[in-house]
């Protein structure tokens, strides 16, 4: 089975109401949601996740395909990928550049309206078991 890790956005009242919505939407592989908090808008929360790549259907409002670098806990969308690319080596998207993950560690990286980096430092706040969940909302 081929995964996919899916990102919901919400805010912190929103929380259950998001999770619910995304334990309803789809089959959560491994049945862990893992809860980030943006550590300068503690309001904001990113709700992570993998589905089956192949039935993901149709995204639910707030939410974007990520990636993940584990040995640095960086989530990552590729035009963010890019972006750093560019910004490190002088315009230059070359896909065999070296990041420097640590620089990045604990964080969401996206790409702004205006195309420029956004690196959003975050930090767990919870993290849910659908399995146990479901049954104690």
Sequence with gaps: MRTQLLCTF???????????????AY????????????EDDRDQL?????????????FL???????????????????ALNCIIRK??????????EIPWNNYS???LLVSEDNDLNHIHTH???????TTWKTQK
Aim: hydrophobic share 35%.
């Design 10 to 24: 919400t805010e912190s009242g929103k929380l259950n109401t998001t999770l619910s919505t995304i334990i309803d």
């Design 27 to 38: 089959d959560i592989i491994f049945n862990k949601i893992y809860v980030f908090q943006d």
């Design 46 to 58: 990113i709700c992570t996740y993998n589905v089956d790549a192949v039935n993901i259907g149709k």
């Design 61 to 79: 409002d707030n939410t974007i395909s990520l990636h993940r670098k584990k040995q640095t806990n960086s989530l990552y969308t590729i035009n």
């Design 88 to 97: 490190l080596n002088n315009g230059v998207l070359d896909k065999s550049f």
């Design 106 to 108: 604990n964080s969401l």
């Design 124 to 130: 767990i706040y919870s993290i849910i078991d659908v």
